[in-house]
């Protein structure tokens, strides 16, 4: 069933039993998940079923520190979520991601890859996958590593119909939850926003949030401040230790043995190092990206062969002046995980509020030492293996060798907002514990990337839908068990 | 002090690429790697044995 807004559903008398906040991958996840062990959920939407300028308006907000997109850009608001804009690039996060590290602080999930390994033929569905290929050796530290380039999925396109005929799900369009209202040991309600104005109270005997991993954090921090700690009661680390997975072009590559690994059709090929030269470095998790095409074009290919053996740095200036790109050499781009950091924080504006009187975002985020470390030692570690291996040669680009500031016009991100609500046994330290249930708090669980406990270095997608339908699952246990 | 050739010529497209680099620049910053095989060049990261 799909309603239009909070009034068409209040009409219809539907009874859910949970009660889910967001419809993007997780939440679409968490909801058909339920309907396997038969239990009724409303899946509420703050957006339409396509993205409006009135409902996008809710997700500005200010970032302060280091450069970051547009807070309401970075995410979409209506059905089906980021999905709408997501890329399509699928890897799960790797065993060695989720296990502590003695030197990054406070790193360590309360699960392990295990957990969420049984749902991988699931995700396979749910993302049209093809299987996930194993890494292969290329040096002695680094493996090449299959990044899928899907045709990505919209959940809000793919599911519509399913969501449309469906007796056990109630989307309910145009509504959002302003605030979640908690006595310290549960939530009794959430107060609605619909259509421009107070839509009432919903209640169920259970609530997920899964508003993505920003919105999240905004959602929890402003519901706890309004019933005084009775939605999050253990708020410690509540909005904090947010990630992203910075990216850069560090530098540039000759490729002398291109037949050593595959190179996909996009022309790039991904290299992730080992843990045990993470450890022994003291490195967060980084991948490397060979682009080997960095210029698109027959023409543009022809001329670059042509040119580039003879004299490459005279091809690259002639086409500047051509008003063209020409690159010669392929582009070495490189991803990161960051540690996570109690200061890169969610907060809530004390003075900007959207429409429906909830206090904006301000995202607390700056890059650190680890960061810029991570980029020349990463490079560095690289570029020997692939001189020794003989499968050509590597450059680091000045500005990482000798800490010029971050360049402008450089991709920056990934889009991937990860913490806020984090996972972990100590009330202290996260948010929700390994079932994604809100610490201290009988009926409140929460999907998404916030629950990450650290990022990795890949694309968080697959990991989201992984853990979305651990939570659906244990949900079902746990509701059809009481 | 001027740039020994590399003798063996598989290794001509990389050279050329080296020869793209500025003269005054190639030895403005040379970084000895943890490594006795490796030595950076102006942020080349090239085998001992590619400037030999």
């Known amino acids: 069933m799909i309603f239009q807004d909070a009034a068409a559903y209040a009409a219809s008398g539907f009874h859910p039993k949970v009660c889910i906040i967001g419809a993007g991958p997780a939440g679409i996840t968490v909801a058909r998940k339920l309907v396997a062990a038969g239990i009724p959920s409303v899946l509420l939407e703050a957006g339409s079923n396509e993205w409006t300028e009135e409902s996008q308006e809710a997700y500005k907000g200010v970032t302060i520190g280091d450069p970051y997109f547009d807070l309401d850009a970075t995410r979409l608001r209506y059905l089906g979520g980021s999905s709408n804009h997501w890329a399509g690039w699928c890897r799960v996060l790797d065993s060695y991601d989720f296990e502590p590290k003695d030197y990054i602080r406070n790193s360590g999930w309360p699960i392990r890859r295990g957990d969420i390994e049984p749902y991988f033929n699931e995700v396979r569905d749910i993302l049209d996958l093809t299987a996930f290929r194993p890494d292969i050796p290329v040096t002695e530290s680094f493996n090449w590593f299959e990044v899928i380039k899907s045709d990505p999925v919209r959940f809000g396109e793919k599911f519509a119909t399913e969501l449309e005929v469906s007796k056990s799900i109630a989307v309910v369009l145009n509504t959002e939850v302003s605030e979640l209202k908690g006595d310290g040991r549960s939530v009794t309600g959430a107060k609605l926003w619909s259509r421009g104005a107070p839509a009432g109270v919903i209640d169920a005997r259970y609530f997920v949030v899964a508003t993505g991993g920003l919105e999240n954090s905004r959602l929890l921090l402003w519901s706890n401040e309004r019933s005084n700690g009775g939605v999050v009661p253990n708020a410690a680390s509540l909005g904090r230790y947010w990630m992203e997975h910075p990216m850069y072009w560090t530098g540039d590559a000759l490729i002398t043995n291109q037949d050593a690994f595959e190179i996909d059709r996009d022309g790039d090929v991904f290299f992730l190092p080992s843990p045990e030269v993470l450890a022994r470095r003291g490195l967060p998790n980084f991948h490397v990206e060979l682009e080997t095409l960095p210029f698109k074009g027959a023409v543009k290919a022809f001329i670059a062969g042509m040119s580039c053996a003879a004299a490459p740095e005279t091809a690259e200036w002639v086409s500047k002046k051509l008003g063209q790109r020409l690159q010669c050499t392929s582009r070495v781009r490189m991803a990161w995980e960051q540690a996570p950091h109690e200061h890169n924080r969610v907060v809530l504006s004390a003075t900007e509020r959207d429409a429906a009187g909830v206090p904006r975002i301000e995202l607390h985020w700056k890059k650190d030492e680890l960061d810029r470390r991570v980029m020349l030692e990463g490079m560095r570690l690289f570029g020997e293996e692939f001189a020794r291996k003989e499968l050509g040669r590597v450059h680091i680009s000045d500005w990482v060798r000798d800490g010029s500031d971050y360049p402008d016009g450089m991709e920056l991100a990934g889009n991937h907002h990860m913490g806020g609500t984090r996972m972990s046994n100590d009330p202290r330290l996260g948010v929700v514990d390994r079932n994604c249930q809100v610490h201290g708090m009988s009926n409140l669980f929460v999907g998404g990337s916030s629950v990450f406990s650290t990022s990795g270095q890949c694309t968080p997608t697959t990991t989201i839908v992984s853990l979305a339908l651990r939570l659906g699952d244990h949900l079902g246990r746990t509701i059809s068990g009481s | ?52």
């Open chain 2, 1 to 52: 002090m001027t740039l020994a050739k590399l003798r063996i010529p598989t290794r001509r497209r990389f050279l050329q690429a080296l020869l793209a680099i500025p003269a005054v620049a190639f030895f403005r910053n040379i970084r000895q790697s943890e490594s006795d095989d490796m030595v950076e060049v102006d942020g080349w990261i090239l085998k001992r044995s590619d400037i030999l």
